[in-house]
């Protein structure tokens, strides 16, 4: 029985290996994808809380982002492309299913004891199981959050032969913490003593796992994800040349957190007398990570039989002394990170494949995590299953012309009253108070013509209101771990 939710229904991992072969066969135009191109190898670099704007092309004018933005004139940009919500638990969840919030397992940021996330269950599939049955090496390294070590939830135990960095998205808001998880080995980072040192920064020990992983399987086809903390709060980066690159050109208001001291454990974030060049800081050594996984690939000859995705997981932050506004982080949209305006939940997403994507490529379609399932596995050569909400984005990626559609992209909320939205076409309908007993009237925009959602035209588009209000309510399955209900 599962213990976080005796109800569920456990499957051994034997019955899920049938299952993946069962519900995943081989279509002819997919084999024919495959044999052409072999098994490419997969990365996805998914920054945490990283905003729209937050990177030079799409117009980030004070951080400068040279790898990223060689990602995006080496690839494909995706100019409205979304999370799975606007949070990191709930968002990672969509990604790893292929389902979207009214349908994934996990649909909040909910701790369990004495470390980590409320676990997927074993009876879930993931896009790392699929592509681990399809032959792949599966590594992940950084912050999972979707289930503790050892339970069924555990990366190990959902499709990745290799983990490393931090199991629990609490301990991720550290970046000198007391300790990481390799696979299911606890390493301490002595150095870092109890909170009371800053000696070894774990993105960079993550960084360092994650290219060797490159290196180790560079004969064989690999699926890498890599979700970097960066630029999460808290506000904190070594100062190295990256943090004196933007130290003093920034005016300055220091943040008052709760510093680190030996012997004890501050449940805030720490002070941080730069926050606005720390975070430049954070977001340029994110970049670099990136540009060292693009040179290691070509070092080794794989950068044209590699597909490399960048996203983040939800829209921009403002704790710990982040400040959004003066980097214009969401890009002008409306809403942050917990909002499910488009400032919340549309991210950067740019693919990268030299000789397969075209260099330069700009991509309008309507897409989200829920759909990188599917495109994955039809990259493996493997089709998608009913049971997802995604479609393959891998017609657009080619450049073909035909690419299937959703009719609509659907998330929801569980924090702030309950929150709702659908995106059908030029559309986008919001709830606000949906978990409440006087739910708001629902929003309408035109995104199109009104991107930053300042002009409600609900009342002009009565017969629209009523079929997104439809769309809403065909769209959320009740979980009995995460209810959408009155409270």
């Given at each position: 029985?599962?213990?976080?939710?005796?109800?569920?229904?456990?499957?051994?991992?034997?019955?899920?290996?049938?299952?993946?072969?069962?519900?995943?066969?081989?279509?002819?135009?997919?084999?024919?994808?495959?044999?052409?191109?072999?098994?490419?190898?997969?990365?996805?670099?998914?920054?945490?809380?990283?905003?729209?704007?937050?990177?030079?092309?799409?117009?980030?004018?004070?951080?400068?982002?040279?790898?990223?933005?060689?990602?995006?004139?080496?690839?494909?940009?995706f100019d409205q492309f979304y999370a799975g919500t606007s949070v990191c638990a709930?968002?990672?969840?969509?990604?790893?299913?292929?389902?979207?919030?009214?349908?994934?397992?996990?649909?909040?940021?909910?701790?369990?004891?004495?470390?980590?996330?409320?676990?997927?269950?074993?009876?879930?599939?993931?896009?790392?199981?699929?592509?681990?049955?399809?032959?792949?090496?599966?590594g992940a390294f950084g912050k999972w959050g979707l289930g503790p070590v050892l339970s069924e939830g555990d990366p190990t135990k959902q499709g990745f032969d290799r983990f490393f960095g931090y199991n629990c998205q609490s301990l991720a808001h550290?970046?000198?913490?007391?300790?990481?998880?390799?696979?299911?080995?606890?390493?301490?980072?002595?150095e870092n003593g109890d909170l009371a040192y800053q000696e070894q920064y774990a993105p960079e020990l993550i960084q360092h796992e994650a290219l060797a992983f490159i290196e180790e399987n560079k004969e064989k086809p690999f699926f890498l994800f890599l979700p970097h903390i960066l630029p999460h709060a808290e506000l904190l980066v070594p100062e190295d040349s990256l943090f004196y690159q933007y130290k003093?050109?920034?005016?300055?208001?220091?943040?008052?957190?709760?510093?680190?001291?030996k012997g004890t454990r501050p449940a805030g974030y720490t002070s941080q007398r730069y926050p606005r060049a720390t975070f430049a800081a954070m977001v340029a050594r994110l970049d670099l990570y990136v540009g060292q996984v693009l040179n290691k690939l070509q070092s080794l000859g794989l950068d044209e039989n590699t597909l490399v995705i960048f996203s983040?997981?939800?829209?921009?932050?403002?704790?710990?002394?982040?400040?959004?506004?003066?980097?214009?982080?969401?890009?002008?949209?409306r809403g942050l990170k917990r909002d499910l305006?488009?400032?919340?939940?549309?991210?950067?997403?740019?693919?990268?494949?030299?000789?397969?994507i075209q260099a330069k490529s700009n991509s309008n379609h309507l897409g989200a995590f829920w759909d990188i399932f599917p495109t994955f596995a039809e990259i493996a050569g493997v089709r998608n299953s009913n049971a997802v909400d995604g479609i393959s984005l891998l017609n657009t990626l080619l450049g073909e012309k035909e690419q299937r559609k959703h009719p609509y992209l659907y998330w929801e909320f569980h924090e702030q009253?309950?929150?709702?939205?659908?995106?059908?076409?030029?559309?986008?309908?919001i709830r606000l108070n949906a978990m409440t007993e006087s739910p708001q009237q629902l929003e309408l925009y035109d995104i199109t013509e009104d991107p930053q959602?300042?002009?409600?035209?609900?009342d002009k588009h009565p017969e629209l209101v009523k079929k997104i209000e439809r769309w809403m309510t065909e769209a959320h399955q009740e979980s009995a771990i995460f209810p959408f209900t009155v409270r």
């Open positions: 029985m599962n213990k976080y939710f005796p109800q569920q229904t456990v499957f051994s991992k034997h019955f899920l290996a049938l299952l993946v072969i069962l519900i995943f066969s081989f279509t002819s135009e997919e084999v024919a994808f495959s044999q052409t191109k072999g098994k490419p190898n997969i990365i996805l670099i998914l920054a945490d809380d990283l905003g729209y704007g937050d990177v030079g092309y799409n117009g980030q004018k004070l951080i400068q982002t040279p790898y990223i933005d060689r990602l995006a004139a080496e690839g494909m940009r709930p968002s990672r969840s969509a990604l790893m299913t292929g389902q979207h919030s009214g349908h994934t397992y996990i649909r909040g940021n909910l701790g369990v004891n004495p470390e980590g996330q409320y676990p997927i269950a074993d009876s879930v599939l993931t896009i790392a199981e699929v592509l681990q049955q399809a032959g792949y090496i599966t550290r970046y000198y913490p007391t300790h990481l998880w390799k696979d299911t080995t606890k390493v301490i980072l002595t003093g050109k920034f005016p300055e208001e220091p943040y008052l957190g709760e510093d680190y001291k983040s997981d939800n829209g921009p932050h403002r704790e710990g002394g982040a400040d959004p506004l003066f980097f214009n982080s969401n890009g002008g949209l305006y488009e400032g919340g939940i549309r991210v950067p997403f740019v693919a990268h494949w030299p000789g397969t009253g309950g929150k709702q939205a659908i995106r059908s076409g030029r559309w986008k309908g959602e300042r002009h409600d035209v609900a």
